[in-house]
């Protein structure tokens, strides 16, 4: 039976949004993507560390305190979270804020 399956081709892209449940959680949101964005720093200054040249203290200090900043709010972050999406960002952050703090510890920050 010709025509009885529509097939939209609207060009459109979803919407990528952390709210699946149909209300907002502005701060939770923002909080999940602090998450993110300070694990990740945190991880690539770690890998700098690990890999750049020895002797950037000042550098390792920035990897440990994003990387604890990261750990800390994202655990909270995680403990109040409404919806999945939320807690998949929130656990990426808060794992690469925790490699981060480690490689930035040992590589000699906060010491």
Do not use: Y
């Amino acid at each position: 039976m010709a025509g009885t399956v529509r097939t939209s081709k609207s060009g459109h892209f979803p919407r990528l949004t952390l709210n699946s449940d149909g209300h907002s959680h502005r701060v939770l949101n923002i909080a999940s993507v602090f998450t993110l964005v300070c694990g990740l720093l945190s991880f690539a200054l770690g890998l700098f560390l690990r890999t750049g040249p020895s002797g950037l203290k000042g550098w390792a200090v920035i990897a440990a305190v994003t990387g604890l900043a990261a750990l800390l709010i994202g655990l909270f972050t995680q403990m109040m979270s409404a919806t999945r999406e939320e807690r998949i960002v929130t656990v990426t952050g808060i794992i690469a804020g925790f490699v981060g703090l480690a490689l930035g510890l040992a590589f000699g920050g906060l010491s």
